[in-house]
C-alpha cells in the first residue's frame, strides 16, 4: 500500500483532507427539494464505493506494509469492530449534522459540530498516540475554541428574530460534535497494535459500519424527522431525478477521500491521529467560507454579525497553523 514518507506529502494528504471534509455538505445544498434523509442513502453509497476505490488503487501499490486485500485476511475481529464501531459513531453523528444543516445552515453548523469535534477528538487521540508538540497541539485548539465561540455569537446575532430554531439548531449542532468527536479514537485504536490493518483496509471496516448503522439510524430520521417536516417515505426516494442521486453518491464519495486521506497520514512518520484529525477538521472553516461567500447566508447579517465571522477564521486559520506546525517542533 502506499504511505507518504516525508511531513510534507502527509501535510498535503491532511490538507486535501480538510477541503475534502469541508465541501461535501455543498451537495447537499445543491439539491434543497431532497430530502436529507432520502439524500443519505445515496451519501452511503458513495461513501461505500470510495473505500473500495481508494483500496484497490493506493491500497494496493506500494512498498509500505501489505497490500489492502492481505491485510483484511489479517486482521483481528478485534481491531476490525473497532473499526467498524467508528464507523457506526460516525453515521449518527453525520445524521445530525446534516439536521443541522438544514435548520442552521452551512456556515453555523459545521464550524459548530466539527469545531466541538476536533476538540473532542484530539484530546482523545492524543491520549492513544501522542505525538507532536503538546504546546502548539494544545495552543492550537485553545484557539480553535475561541473561533467556535465567535461563530456562535455571529449566529446568534443573525438569528435574534428566531430564537427558537435558532436553539434547535446549536443544540443540534453540538450533539453531532460530539459524537463526531468520538468515532475518531476508534479509528485511530483500530490502527494501533499487533493485527491492526492498515489505513485502506480500515476504510473498508468503517464504511461497513457506516452501511450497517444507516439502516435503523436513518430509517428513524425518517420517520421521526427533526427538521420538523413531514416523516419522509421511501417513495421519494425512488422518484426523486437521477441529477439527485448522483449529488448524494458525490458527497459521499468526497467525504469518504477525506477520510482515507485522514487515517493515511495519520500513520505516517512523526504526525499521529491527533494532529491529522485536527488539521482534517479544518473543514470547519472551509464549509464556513462555502457558506457565507458561496451560499451566502449571512448576506443580510449585521455588521456585528460578521465581525465575529471575521475573527472566526482569524482565528481558526492561527490554531490551524500551530496544530501543522506541531509535528515539526
Sequence with gaps: MYQ???????????????????SWANTVKIVPQYRFQLFYWDFVIGLVLGACLWSVSLGSFGSTGRPV???LVHTTST??????????????????????IEIAGLAVAFPL?????????ALSSYLISPNGNAFLLFGGIALVLLAIVCDAIAYRERERSAPAMSRRGIVISVLSGLLMGSFY??????????GAPGPYATAIYFATGVALCSVPANYLLMRRPLDGQAPAAMSGYVQASFRWHLWGIFGGLLWCTGAVFNFVASQAHVVGPAVSYSIGQGATMISAAWGVFVWREFSSASKRSRNFLAWMFILFLFGLTAVA???IF
Design 113 to 121: 459540530g466539527i469545531g466541538i469535534a476536533l476538540v473532542v477528538g
Design 185 to 194: 479514537p476508534f479509528v485511530a485504536k483500530a490502527m494501533s497494535g499487533s
Design 69 to 71: 486485500f492481505s491485510d
Design 325 to 327: 506546525l506541531a509535528p
Design 79 to 100: 481491531h476490525s469492530l473497532l473499526a467498524a464501531s467508528g464507523g457506526a459513531i460516525f453515521t449518527v453523528a453525520n445524521l445530525l449534522l446534516v439536521a443541522a
Design 4 to 22: 507518504p514518507e516525508t511531513y510534507s506529502i502527509a501535510l498535503f494528504f491532511m490538507i486535501i483532507s480538510m477541503i475534502c471534509w469541508g
